[in-house]
């Protein structure tokens, strides 16, 4: 084993960087097949809990158990919650108890609530166990509010100071607290009544004048996020307005917490995850390091769903038994057009999920964004039906049925657009998250669509 | 027109959060109707800059004309930088010139390069003209750097400090310079040579006593940036080690910037929607705001790529046009097996694609989720072998029917699984974007299987 070997790789060589390396893994792996602690602690020393979870989630069940065990109280806290969901439980059933509530004291205590919010009873009491009492009556205190809530992201621990200060007094009471959160950005300047009015960064008040009052030198955008706003709206918030970090307050506005940009990042990169697993029909709870019984068990639903649509599609198919038998170039071709439609609609649906998720698509450009669609699915369906038709009169010899592909792909894709856009659109107004179920619909359509038009204009025409 | 409407919704009430009133959409724009400039500027006062960008972004063109010539003098130059590039271009000609140059002033030197980079020459000239000769320079310097790496993400100027300072020295430094950044949170320490080797938070500074060593309160988590580093990669980086900024060094590992935390956001953000995008065989830099032209145009070339392979999958088809002729129910029901495949794949291709962008799928691991999506495509193969045999049977009352589409259903769900992994890996290692690629390629794959093995097995079974 060299002892060179980098364990995470920055260099820039494409998309090398931060991919963990394969023989440093090895390496690792090797000192827990002969046991060897000090080369395991020496190997993982250098790595970031974050990289260590992926170490952990990239190995398989056995590894991981022997790992754990050999590794024993090196174990950290931050590894914990940088672990996915779905081996957390694993992992923590088996540390030893006491390293176990060793490696939670460390923890900030809104690190803890998102550690134990989906933990059971029994490891979520041991977890609880383990910490203080103020920090216990913290995380429970977290819990009581709503999952997925501002309530939940947020530290509850705020550097405040009164609106009327000046430089001085905020530098000197700061140079004179004891127990100042370990990362924090911004002073929050109250009323009298601890509504938040004002932020000053850290940097402002080092270059200001002892005698400048703290209210002439807030930051321009200031925006306070309710205890009870869904998280994706507080990411959004931090993603639109460039915050650093943010005030939350109560039902009365009263300050009670603070939320950071990096939880609002961790939010944001967990939405965008479970749209696009939504979106391909893949659980918004799965995950790489999952087995494959729950992997089956997560996609079956989604593949269920497309068996009705895929039966429907045939049952259309049906009507058209005799035409089929006829000519028999009907049943060569008429994938082709249900198959464009499904890509039309996709493509749609796709940005339309996504605009309604950075909220661009809204009442303003509903109608616009409908005519584009359709008329983009307009010159396309003309474009390919030509195309088409010259494949089908070229292949076939028959200038009827290259015009009935033709005629066809023009009103699939037209359908399409229009499918692709008010689908998601509608699903939205009902409460169902677009990204989830405007794929199963979409498809739907367009095969049906597809296929009818594609089979009816032939027995129209062609008999 | 109430003197009451909220411009920005920042109410929980479930997902109208920050999505911009159309009420008071509609009031600007009879503002703008009956060209009462005070009323404009009245209704524009209280949005922030990234929302009054997404009102250009969501009005039509006719009325942003309109908007923009009436606003004049009030355009702020934070509006420019948040516009979407699709209609920034057409912004920065109708605005007058005074008014840009005096827009484009007030930015920082990193906004100016993110909004220069992709304008054509004329209007990028014209932007630097109105810049004073040091951030003319800045950004031309910037602009040295290759598109989408850390140099054109980072701030140049940085707040350092000697390594061997102490807190007193530290403070005091800060306390008398004259042009700290607006915006910073650490203070890089620098050996003589100005490597960075660690990062004192400002509040941690705050906090401790002036004695104290700088090196000695560093925090845990330092990471340094190269300065040709993806930007994906950056945002990557902040995102796993919960980075608030880190220094970039050049080639020779001396400190020449600063990235913070909101840029690696927006980044972050931009990465999601290309993947997503990209996936769904849309233009990555498709927009709401485009035109029907520059859709269409984005959206030909996948669905002319889905053409070849649908055209791929009946020229398997044609093959078995006798058979076909002799059983119509093949026709029926052959194109059930196709969609599941499609689907399957589709599923097991999305989460290769995203754990290839969270950097969780590697050499460590590659053969287990080989083998996971192998097995999970048997298993759910078999279940809705089960399920579709039955289905053949009873509606078409033929057990060796039934049989047939339950082996094909079994064989193009396994192929599917290891299409879905394998073909973005592969992508991955020849450098090309699996995002971009792999849909074509697996639903090549899922159909041609798909029709192959259902109308083959007829053949021989049925025949």
Redesign the interface.
Known sequence: MSEEIDIVD???E??G????D?RA??AILYAVDIEDRAKLVELMEPL?P??IA??L????AFDRMRLIRLYDREFDGDILSELDESIREEVIGLLNPEVLAEAVRDLDSDDVVDLVEDLDEPQKEAILGALGDSDRAAVRQSLTYPEYSAGRLMQREV?MAPEHWNVGEA?DF??N?ED??????HIVLVDPKLHPVGNV????L??SRREVLLKSIVED?FHVI?V???EG?VA?????????SAPVVDENDRLIGVIT??D???V??DE??E???R????GEE?R?SD??FE??KQ??P???V??V???L??LV??QF?EA??QI?????????V???GG??G??A???AV??LAT???????LW??IR??V??GL??GL??AV??GL?GLIWFGSPALGGVIAAAMVVNLVVAGLAGIAIPVAL?KL?VDPALASGAFVTTVT?VVG?FAFLGLAVVVLL
């Open positions: 920055a260099e820039t494409d998309s960087a931060y991919t963990l394969r893994v090895a970031h974050a990289d992926d170490l989630e990239q190995i398989n550097v530098i700061l140079r607290s100042l959160p370990e990362q924090f950005y960064t850290l940097g402002k080092m270059s955008t309710p009870d706003q869904y709206d959004y918030a931090f993603n639109q307005y460039h915050l650093i940009i990096d609002a990042m961790a944001l990169d965008h995850e749209d696009i697993l979106l391909a029909g893949v799965s790489l087995n494959t992997t089956t996609r079956f989604w593949l269920a497309n068996l649509t895929a039966v599609a045939s198919i049906a038994e089929i038998a028999v170039a009907l049943a060569v071709l008429m994938p082709i249900a198959s464009m890509n039309a996709t493509q649906l796709t940005v996504r605009a909220k661009d698509l809204t009442g303003s450009n616009r964004v584009r669609e008329l983009v010159v396309n474009a390919f195309i088409m494949v939205e409460g095969d296929f």
